[in-house]
Every structure is written in C-alpha cells, then in structure tokens.
T-cell receptor, first 113, second 114 residues
Framework: KAGVTQTPRYLIKTRGQQVTLSCSPI?????VSWYQQTPGQGLQFLFE???????NKGNFPGRFSGRQFSNSRSEMNVSTLELGDSALYLC????????????FGQGTRLTVV | AQSVTQLDSQVPVFEEAPVELRCNYS??????LFWYVQYPNQGLQLLLK??????LVESINGFEAEFNKSQTSFHLRKPSVHISDTAEYFC????????????FGTGTSLTVIP
C-alpha cells in the first residue's frame, strides 16, 4: 500500500511568486492535513480537509490556501511568497474525519529567495 | 486550547545507555498522545500512541511511553539506545474526536554517541 506522496520534494521560488504543492493521501483515506515546519516555529497546523471541505484552519494569513479534490488529493497554494515562507511543508493523511492516527508524507522543502 | 512542551531541545547519550525524552501537555479536554520520529529530510513516522487503556505503551523498536494524567506527562524512554535512534522526536496531542488537528512540541534532537 503506497504511503502519502508529496510533490515536488524540493522547490525554489522567488519572493512575490506563488507556489502550489500537491499531496496524494493513502488510498482510501479521506482526510488531509497540512503542516509547516520551520526551525524557529516548529510544526504548525495550516489546515485540514475532509471530503473536499475545509474543516479546520490554523493561524496563517490568507496567502495560504488549499483545496481537496474528489479523489482526496489535496493541493496547497501560497501566493506572494515571502522569505519567511521557506519551510518544510508536510501533508498528513487520515482515514476518517475524526481519526486517531495521521500518516505523514516526506514533505516538500520550499526555499524562497 | 492544547499545548505541548518538550523540555529538552537536545539530548546526547552514549550508545547502549538509557534515555528519557520528556513531554508535558496542557489541555482542558481529554486528548490522545503521540510520539513521532523524524529522520533527516524525511517526514514524520509514528513511534507510539496512547488512546486509552493501559497507560504504558510500547513501540516495536524498544521505546515506551507512560501516560501520567496527574502530571500531564507522556515521557518517552528506551533502556538501551542504538546509533540508529539518532533523530528528531516530536510529542503531539490531538483531541481526535473533533478533527485531525495535531499540536506538536518543538522537538527533541536525540544524538547517540558511539
């Protein structure tokens, strides 16, 4: 059974650009959550999707957005990139909307220059 | 709101020595507790979890953690560490029944010295 797949693994963007990251959850899983990991702030929750609906949202500016498709694949978008957006972005997949376990992908390393 | 405190940011320990990584949490509601491990340039892997029942939970690679409700702690222990245990360890909580949002501690970097 394939794990959580995040693409791309590495990305370099320029300030002011926008970026889209992709996450394919484990087959059959319907919940996808996104986290930002930085050395200074640690792991911070961005948002969670279940059945194409955003269920929870963390404390991030509106430049951060996401969506989930009918096949449970999810994308997150960051517009008007800032240097501080450089981070490892992790996607987590869960079977149900109120699950007790999350499976993480390897992450996308975004560098903003 | 929930919060997680990992008291040690870095823990060096000699190979085959015991180790304890400390985790305390605060929550006004019942939570589920987890330890995740992260190797360099990798995502998070679940090490063990406490949902209910026995307060002592074990992983397949020799780690164990004990849920202590009165002290709101979930410390991770291993009686004898191996070089391959060198990694970043994260303690996390979730309310579970109200969504899949996890709250993570800031992590503890475990370095096993040969």
């Amino acid at each position: 059974k394939a794990g959580v797949t995040q693409t791309p693994r590495y990305l370099i963007k320029t300030r002011g650009q926008q970026v889209t990251l992709s996450c394919s959850p484990i087959s059959g899983h319907r919940s996808v959550s996104w986290y930002q990991q930085t050395p200074g702030q640690g792991l911070q929750f961005l948002f969670e999707y279940f059945s194409e609906t955003q269920r929870n949202k963390g404390n991030f500016p509106g430049r951060f957005s996401g969506r989930q498709f009918s096949n449970s694949r999810s994308e997150m978008n960051v517009s008007t990139l800032e240097l501080g957006d450089s981070a490892l972005y992790l996607c987590a997949s869960s079977l149900r909307d109120r699950d007790t376990e999350a499976f993480f992908g390897q992450g996308t390393r975004l560098t903003v220059v | 709101a929930q919060s997680v405190t990992q008291l040690d940011s870095q823990v060096p320990v000699f190979e085959e020595a015991p180790v304890e990584l400390r985790c305390n949490y605060s929550s006004s509601v019942s939570v589920y507790l987890f330890w995740y491990v992260q190797y360099p340039n990798q995502g998070l892997q679940l090490l063990l979890k406490y949902l209910s029942g026995s307060t002592l939970v074990e992983s397949i690679n020799g780690f164990e953690a004990e849920f202590n409700k009165s002290q709101t702690s979930f410390h991770l222990r291993k009686p004898s560490v191996h070089i391959s245990d060198t990694a970043e360890y994260f303690c996390a909580v979730t309310r579970g029944r109200t969504g899949n949002q996890f709250y993570f501690g800031t992590g503890t970097s475990l370095t096993v010295i040969p």
